[in-house]
């Protein structure tokens, strides 16, 4: 892709950023030079180990970048730079930092091949899905690490990340464990409920002044301006550039000679089959058993029975069964070896192979139509092959133009006009628009995230290039910003009387719903009865579970909280619902039970519960470290 390769090349601010994205939290970039600082320096020393300022500053920007990643529209740097917020990132520090002296003290490693594979993984070091060794070396340049720094790094995090592995590993759910948690997760209620809606045209709304000012200060919160910028950018888009001349002759047949073999349509076969299962843990009698049944079907076919009709009645293979056993068309290298190769030995006048045996089971394979392979001559493809030259001589003057770009940029980040004037762009804008994305370019999600980066609304930098389809790339800088503030009162005095008027409609059924309860709890007349007279729908919800959305998904949650009725008895309360209120009588509670067997679903109740015992497993181990530790925070070097 044009832009990977964009990116394999930058360096300076985009090299930082993306590398600041790869490392993990809690990754401690260059550690040890840190060490040796001078201990005005320090924000935690742990056991007399030091976290420096620089440690900590470093991790804490690539913390919020993932953040910011993560969340999209909703990521809100300030509230990402809060002291509270960063109080917390030394605390996961020290953390790691205990987790780390713990590990080393249990002589915890991780071999070579092990942790060369887990950096082969990491996609920042991939091109098109694959590791690059020359991305490797130049993203760990442009940081200032070699490679063995990094990998002393790495096994450094895999090790620490050893011990909560180990403690989710062994973690497990008795049975009585599991016996509660069904109990209660399936658990049943009973239950008879009369909703009360409010009602909006039932209120004659008529709020003074006071009221609405009243309602409007003390919720201020909820009448905010949304955030929004207005952003400056400049397009490089590869459709407007040149599409050069066409290719030279000789070079066209070149390429069709080294590449014939994508001009040819490969042979493909129709074909049928019925599948007799066998399971990896068969017996050898269940072979056997398999084996003569598929052997059987096979005879009665070549004994003139319909193929289609033994499969419907037979095939054990899901997908194809109900077809006839039909595959359709296929072609070298779709199916299993031992399949394909009695395939391709079958004709249309011996269309019925012996059964085959695969790692599904036994085959009998019906061939039913062929296509021969078919050729293209080099003035058939030659339309083809002059696209692609213009399509790759594109992408490279796009790419050329996209690396003048972004060096002209990054020689002043702090404006588009000079490298608009060399590059001959315009510089156009875009917004105002939100976090959520705006109209045009903003409307990309990529844009809307980088106009609200850091990078771009607090360092006031132009940003990195954004790619909004495979040649075509924007970037962009601010030109103003409107922080969240309050809307003046009369912009939003009827949302103000809308919700005076929902509250009090509430607050009318809730009203109603106490007068009814109040008369069914004296023995004045049952629910029901109530129900009729005052004009309400009367339901009554039989071993309702807690997913449950009849007759309504938060009535029933509200329902599950209530206390269980004793023996004989019933719990009558009002409960609120999303339209209003409920009369709700609560007749009887039964608790789930374990069903005969292991089930799937139980063996995923099984795992829940472990892990959330290896939670707790893993927080009562940091207790102890920390317990065992002594560690110093200065709370005073973080702001």
Sequence with gaps: MVLQSIRERLTGILAFAILGILIVPFALVGVNEYFTSSSGNIVARINEKEISYNDFNQSFSNYRRRMQSIMGAAYDPVQFDDLVVRRQHVDSLVNEELLSQAAQSMGLDVDDETLAQEIKNIPSFQVEGEFNADVYQSRLLSQGLTPKQFQNEMRAQFVVSQLPRNIA???IATSSELKDFVALLDQSRTFSAVLVPAETSDVTPSFDEAEISAWYDSHADEYQSEEQVVIEYVE?????MPSGSPPEEDILREQFESQKARFISPEQRHVAHILIQVAADASD???????????DLSK?????????????????????AAAGGDLGWVEAGVMVKAFENAMYELSMEAPISEPIQTGFGWHIIQLQEVRESTGMSFDEARMTLVREYQDEEAARVFLEQADRLVDLVYEDPTTLESAALVM?????????????????????????????????????????PVNLDENRLVMVRLKEHMPVALKPLEQVRDEVVATLTENLARENAKAKSTQILASMQSGESELETLATEAGLTFGRYEAAK???????????????QLQAPASGSVVQAVLPTDSGFAVVELETVVAGELEAGVTPIQRQFERLIANGNASMEASA???????????????DRIK
């Design 169 to 171: 590993a062994s973690s």
């Design 424 to 464: 001959e762009l315009t510089v156009r804008e875009a917004g105002p628009f939100t976090r959520a994305g705006g109209e045009g370019v903003a409307a990309t999600p990529e844009v809307a995230a980088a106009a609200f980066s850091d990078l771009v609304l607090l360092q006031g930098s132009v940003s990195d």
């Design 285 to 295: 009698a269940e072979k056997e058993t398999a084996r003569q049944t598929a052997e």
């Design 621 to 635: 181990l940091m207790s102890q470290l920390r317990a065992a530790a002594v560690v110093e925070v200065f709370e």
């Design 236 to 240: 490089l888009d590869a459709d407007l």
């Design 300 to 320: 009665r076919v070549r004994a003139g029975e319909d193929f289609a009709t033994l499969a419907i009645e037979n095939s054990q293979d899901q997908g194809s």
């Design 546 to 560: 807690r997913n449950s959305t009849d007759p309504e998904g938060r009535l029933v949650q509200e329902v599950f």
